[in-house]
């Protein structure tokens, strides 16, 4: 960009307008359309990176896009049962879990996260409503049982986006916790990236933006073990599924690139994934020409 910085390392005035008329495409192109957010990761757990998060979703939604807010909870849930003294087991990584644990699950996601989320959304000056899978039958679920019986986890095998599509036609910004009923009116507790991904098919989404700890889908060389890793900037949906037979994906990438075929599978129009410790990475996704993170199309795609 042309001009100077200013003292401290600011941006010049030149560099503010220039950085605005760089975002105007994409303001029009976005305007009246449904972007879903995955809140979750180190941007819950540090209050000055929530913050953050929370006015960039409060600034997309007053220039005329409509946020809606999925968030999940994992470090307060362990915090909280741990106070408890209530023991969490894993399987492969993922919680196992019974009725004590299902207590704690949703008291901290319905309870603590989805209120305090909505509270500091109305202190930064934005309308905003907490709601759960439960509510209005958002969610219907399933227990999951496959590959493992982890207890209360379930699966999403049905979405009634009404109450969300309602809350977003009054001018308020959704705040939507996964907890859900399962088939025989069980408390069931569903992962906050797949119920993103469900609710932004059935909501017809533009985009759906997951925030993670890492800067998005990293790949390697074809059949190449230990070279490194490039991050992918855009990555074709049809080709995800040979690059992860080949290697290319591999490991705690795999999940997450699945994760992006299931949401564009179910409807959504485009998948990103990036970093929640960066400063306004949100917007620098949506709004500039490179992007931050990885972007994940149906069909061919440019930055």
């Given at each position: 960009?042309?001009?100077?910085?200013?003292?401290?390392?600011?941006?010049?005035?030149?560099?503010?307008?220039?950085?605005?008329?760089?975002?105007?495409?994409?303001?029009?192109?976005?305007?009246?359309?449904i972007v879903?957010v995955?809140?979750g990761?180190?941007?819950?757990?540090?209050?000055?990176?929530?913050?953050?998060?929370?006015?960039?979703?409060?600034?997309?939604?007053?220039?005329?896009?409509?946020?809606?807010?999925?968030?999940?909870?994992?470090?307060?849930?362990?915090?909280?049962?741990?106070?408890?003294?209530?023991?969490?087991?894993?399987?492969?990584?993922?919680?196992?879990?019974?009725?004590?644990?299902?207590?704690?699950?949703?008291?901290?996601?319905?309870?603590?996260?989805?209120k305090?989320?909505?509270?500091?959304?109305?202190?930064?000056?934005?309308?905003?409503?907490?709601?759960?899978?439960?509510?209005?039958?958002?969610?219907?679920?399933?227990?999951?049982?496959e590959?493992?019986?982890?207890?209360?986890?379930?699966?999403?095998?049905?979405?009634?986006?009404?109450?969300?599509?309602?809350?977003?036609?009054?001018?308020?910004?959704?705040?939507?916790?996964?907890?859900?009923?399962?088939e025989?009116?069980?408390?069931?507790?569903?992962?906050?990236?797949?119920?993103?991904?469900?609710?932004?098919?059935?909501?017809?989404a533009?985009?759906?933006?997951?925030?993670?700890?890492?800067?998005?889908?990293?790949?390697?060389?074809?059949?190449g073990?230990?070279?490194?890793?490039?991050?992918?900037?855009v990555?074709?949906?049809?080709?995800?599924?040979?690059?992860?037979?080949?290697?290319?994906?591999?490991?705690?990438?795999?999940?997450?690139?699945?994760?992006?075929?299931?949401?564009?599978?179910?409807?959504?129009?485009?998948?990103?994934?990036?970093?929640?410790?960066?400063?306004?990475?949100?917007?620098?996704?949506?709004?500039?020409?490179?992007?931050?993170?990885?972007?994940?199309?149906?069909?061919?795609?440019?930055?």
């Amino acid at each position: 960009m042309n001009g100077a910085n200013e003292p401290g390392g600011a941006l010049s005035p030149l560099q503010k307008s220039e950085v605005l008329v760089e975002a105007l495409p994409y303001i029009q192109e976005f305007f009246g359309k449904i972007v879903v957010v995955k809140f979750g990761g180190h941007a819950m757990t540090d209050p000055d990176l929530e913050e953050i998060v929370l006015k960039d979703v409060l600034l997309m939604k007053l220039i005329g896009m409509n946020p809606v807010l999925v968030h999940g909870g994992g470090p307060m849930i362990d915090e909280w049962l741990d106070r408890l003294r209530i023991e969490a087991s894993f399987v492969d990584g993922l919680r196992v879990t019974d009725e004590p644990v299902m207590e704690v699950v949703e008291m901290i996601l319905n309870g603590k996260i989805n209120k305090a989320i909505v509270s500091r959304m109305e202190y930064l000056g934005g309308a905003a409503v907490g709601v759960c899978g439960k509510d209005a039958g958002l969610f219907k679920a399933r227990r999951k049982t496959e590959p493992r019986d982890l207890g209360l986890v379930g699966e999403i095998v049905h979405v009634n986006p009404g109450i969300v599509q309602s809350l977003i036609e009054g001018g308020f910004i959704p705040v939507v916790s996964p907890i859900s009923m399962g088939e025989q009116g069980e408390t069931l507790n569903i992962n906050a990236d797949s119920a993103a991904g469900a609710l932004g098919g059935a909501l017809g989404a533009h985009k759906l933006v997951l925030l993670t700890d890492v800067e998005g889908i990293y790949l390697g060389s074809r059949g190449g073990e230990g070279a490194p890793q490039t991050l992918a900037s855009v990555l074709k949906a049809k080709d995800i599924p040979e690059m992860i037979r080949d290697g290319v994906i591999t490991g705690g990438m795999i999940p997450k690139a699945e994760c992006c075929l299931e949401a564009l599978e179910r409807g959504v129009e485009n998948v990103h994934i990036i970093n929640g410790r960066k400063p306004h990475s949100l917007l620098l996704e949506i709004f500039t020409k490179e992007g931050i993170g990885t972007w994940v199309v149906r069909e061919d795609g440019k930055r």
